[in-house]
């Protein structure tokens, strides 16, 4: 519930160049983090965590309307450096295939840079006090996706667009005709949008918390896999430091 599915001609415009200036500034401080890095091991694993990411992102849950992310585990195995990068390319990707617009790209590599970070904080905190991988991993998803729902739905209330833009739609037709989407994201009295934004935000909570659930089971079920067979992939070493 994180993600932005918004189409382009509906953000205002100090918030998409915000979204992208700080984008290019996040996405430039990753790299100069990296720059001394095994190169090799760095591109292969943003790579192969993009990938992982934008398959993820691309198949929704039945019902629900939710897709799981997979952030805080591209955290877990990669720290925030190279998982922000990989959530950058994840989500540019997207927009190119018109999964939400190419205009939101830069709101929604921070929104997903924020549960990279935050799930590579928290899953350090919490690995030796929670003790088995599986309950550490689960509980910093859990945690990390209330607050990237939370940020995700103040960008929705700070550009006062109509919340039924930011919903997902599998189907992409929105994105047919950005003059009806123009239309639709013309702005409602104070009073309307205040109301229309709480049924937003119950409704992307109930519905987020199942699908919280979910990629905590996701999550956590692969870090506890990788921890038994592979778990020098969770132990820090020299070239993934950031």
Do not use: C
Not at 129 to 154: E, H, Q, Y
Not at 186 to 193: G, I, Q, S, W
Not at 211 to 232: C, M, N, Q, Y
Request: charged share 15%; net charge negative.
């Amino acid at each position: 519930m994180s993600h932005l599915h918004i189409p382009d001609g509906v953000l205002p415009l100090p918030w998409i160049a915000a979204g992208i200036g700080l984008t290019a500034l996040f996405v430039y401080l990753a790299l100069a983090a990296l720059k001394r890095h095994d190169r090799a091991r760095v591109v292969s694993r943003i790579a192969t965590l993009s990938a992982v990411m934008l398959l993820a992102m691309s198949l929704p849950i039945p019902l629900l309307g939710y897709h799981v992310n997979l952030t805080v585990l591209a955290g877990i195995l990669a720290g925030p450096a190279e998982g922000f990068i990989a959530a950058f390319v994840t989500n540019l990707i997207l927009g190119l295939m018109a999964h939400g617009g190419i205009t939101v790209v830069g709101l929604n590599t921070l929104v997903t840079g924020l549960e990279v970070s935050l799930g590579w904080l928290i899953w350090r905190s919490l690995r030796r006090a929670l003790r088995r991988p599986f309950a550490a991993a689960a509980v910093s998803t859990v945690i990390v996706l209330l607050i990237s729902t939370t940020a995700m739905l103040g960008i929705v209330a700070g550009t006062q667009i109509n919340p039924d833009l930011a919903l997902h739609r599998h189907d992409h037709s929105e994105h047919a005709d950005h003059s009806e989407h123009a239309d639709n994201a013309d702005h409602a009295d104070d009073t309307d949008h205040v109301g229309s934004l709480k049924a937003f935000a119950a409704v992307v909570y109930a519905t987020g918390a199942v699908g919280w659930a979910i990629e905590a089971l996701v999550v956590g079920s692969v870090t506890e896999f990788i921890a038994k067979s592979r778990p020098d992939m969770l132990s820090p070493s020299p070239d993934r430091e950031a």
